[in-house]
């Protein structure tokens, strides 16, 4: 019995040796085929990523070149020569804008700070050194200020109404030099959706042509016409609204240095009624 037990369990020993081998094997053999599978997967995704990644890429390009084509297209489509009107309108609208904001950008100084530093030289009798300042700043501000201190230092001209006088003749001066090219803004504001229309006619004319020659009201005769007659009109609106918006902020600007120059000229005056200078 001993010996029957003892091969018994000399054959279970054999039996579950065996089948550790065998599972151990088995699942060596899935860890290597899932490291396969992974890696083939990897390199799979990484050749998909990189073939997308030039498409990617290429993405915005093409789409810049696109709306490029369709603005051209377009811009074709609405009939060359009043399309080109248009963009003149635009062309020389703009340099105006840029003209005019480049100017009053250059003009705006820091005015509590500038009347400032002259009411402190005039205070120390300093007058021409606030002169000297005044011609080297750029700006209606300076120029006002220039015109009132030279009043202040002449022996014949240094009497409150007449600088009064002076200071209001230059406000007017530089107002005027503010407003100057805005009156062409708006000239090309009112003329691009006035061309865009006048294109609108002309297209529409052009639709009612083609149904009389060819007898017949389809919508392939009326398209043509129609396309042009619509560009035209968008294209003038948006030119005009691009302008419209430039002449707003100007608009801002110019009011913005009108209330410097009134500011400027109440310290003027003030100015030059404690100066010694000035005849009461």
């Not at 480049?102 to 050194?129: H, I, M, P, W």
Request: charged residues 20%; proline residues 2%.
């Amino acid at each position: 019995m001993k010996k029957f037990f003892a091969i018994v369990a000399m054959v279970a020993a054999c039996s579950f040796a065996s089948t550790s081998s065998v599972m151990a094997q088995e699942d060596a053999a899935a860890v290597d085929s899932a490291v396969v599978d992974s890696a083939v997967v990897d390199s799979a995704a990484s050749e998909v990523a990189e073939e997308a990644a030039p498409v990617e890429a290429a993405a915005p390009v093409e789409e810049e070149e696109n709306l490029h084509k369709t603005l051209k297209t377009k811009f074709i489509e609405g009939d060359a020569g009043f399309m080109s009107l248009v963009a003149i309108a635009l062309v020389l609208g703009l340099a105006f804008c840029i003209e005019r904001v480049v100017y009053l950008s250059l003009a705006q100084v820091n005015t509590r700070k500038f009347c400032a530093d002259l009411a402190a030289l005039v205070a120390a009798g300093k007058v021409e050194q606030a002169i000297a300042k005044a011609k080297a700043t750029r700006g209606p501000v300076a120029q006002i200020s220039r015109k009132a201190l030279e009043c202040l230092n002449s022996n014949d001209q240094n009497d409150m109404a007449t600088i009064e006088r002076t200071i209001n003749m230059e406000a007017e001066v530089q107002g005027s030099y503010l407003e100057e090219n805005c009156s062409w803004i708006t000239l090309f504001i009112a003329m691009a959706p006035s061309l865009g229309f006048l294109g609108t006619v002309i297209g529409m004319v052009m639709a009612f042509d083609d149904i009389q020659r060819a007898g017949d009201i389809s919508p392939t005769v009326v398209a043509g016409g129609m396309k042009v007659a619509l560009i035209t009109t968008i294209f003038g609106i948006v030119v005009a609204l691009i302008l419209q918006v430039f002449y707003n902020f100007i608009l801002a600007r110019v009011e913005a240095l009108t209330g410097n120059m009134e500011e400027a000229a109440q310290e003027l005056l003030v100015m030059c009624v404690r100066s010694e200078k000035s005849k009461k």
